[in-house]
């Protein structure tokens, strides 16, 4: 079963608006990290924070991890319209090869 | 750098056709390749970890026998579905780890397989 569960499944906004989405996971992990995916194509690594870190930033990007209360937090900041895509979290397990099991995304739309 | 490309892109076959699916690193070495399958608006399930001249190891529920693993090399590893049928139709995406940068996965294009 999935790791991780994220909220909100779909997240419309304006475009300059910030777009904040939410990520929890269920066992110990060693990092976590969020990717991006536009419609039909792969998936784009944005950012990976590891368990002994609180929080991370990249451009536009911060990311939260709280592992007291197992979960993370993406923020996009003054979003743009390419930044219309589905959103996943993922979390690399201690144990188990560093597979990642990914939660079921966020849905984000842009308006402009 | 870190390119990871898949090939076919999509790719139609007839129900009982089997269906290779090749995943390669383009400027990394990565002993440990992912193969994931995607249902349209859901999340990606692992399938199986492939490891560089060793058997793969699949996920609870996945079919061996079903999904054939080959990572031959430590910048190729494929993926043949065998006899496959309609609910086998799919996204199928795989990623790589970088032998020096453990921690970072690089996911390829995907590959689109639709089964008639």
């Known amino acids: 079963s999935q790791q991780g569960e994220e909220d909100p499944q779909a997240l419309s906004i304006q475009e300059g608006e910030n777009a904040t989405m939410n990520c929890s996971y269920k066992?110990?992990?060693?990092?976590l990290q969020w990717y991006r995916q536009n419609s039909g194509r792969g998936l784009v690594h944005l950012i990976l924070i590891r368990s002994n870190e609180r929080e991370k930033h990249s451009g536009r990007l911060r990311v939260t991890l709280d592992t007291s209360k197992k979960s993370s937090s993406l923020l996009i900041t003054a979003s743009r319209a390419a930044d219309t895509a589905s959103y996943f979290c993922?979390?690399?397990?201690?144990?188990?090869?560093?597979?990642?099991?990914f939660g079921q995304g966020t849905r984000l739309t842009i308006n402009p | 750098g870190a390119v990871v490309s898949q090939h076919p892109s999509w790719v139609i076959c007839k129900s009982g056709t089997s269906v290779k699916i090749e995943c390669r690193s383009l400027?990394?070495?990565?002993?440990?390749m992912f193969w994931y399958r995607q249902f349209p608006k859901q999340s990606l399930m692992l399938m199986a970890t492939s490891n560089e001249g060793s058997k793969a190891t699949y996920e609870q529920g996945v079919e061996k026998d079903k999904f054939l693993i080959n990572h031959a090399s430590l910048t190729l590893s494929t993926l043949t579905v065998t006899s496959a049928h309609p609910e086998d139709s799919s996204f199928y995406i795989c990623s790589a780890r970088d032998l020096n940068y453990q921690e970072t996965q690089y996911f390829g294009p995907g590959t689109r397989l639709l089964v008639l």
């Open positions: 066992t110990s992990i060693n990092n």
């Open positions: 400027d990394f070495q990565a002993t440990t």
């Open positions: 993922a979390t690399a397990l201690i144990q188990g090869a560093q597979k990642l099991v």
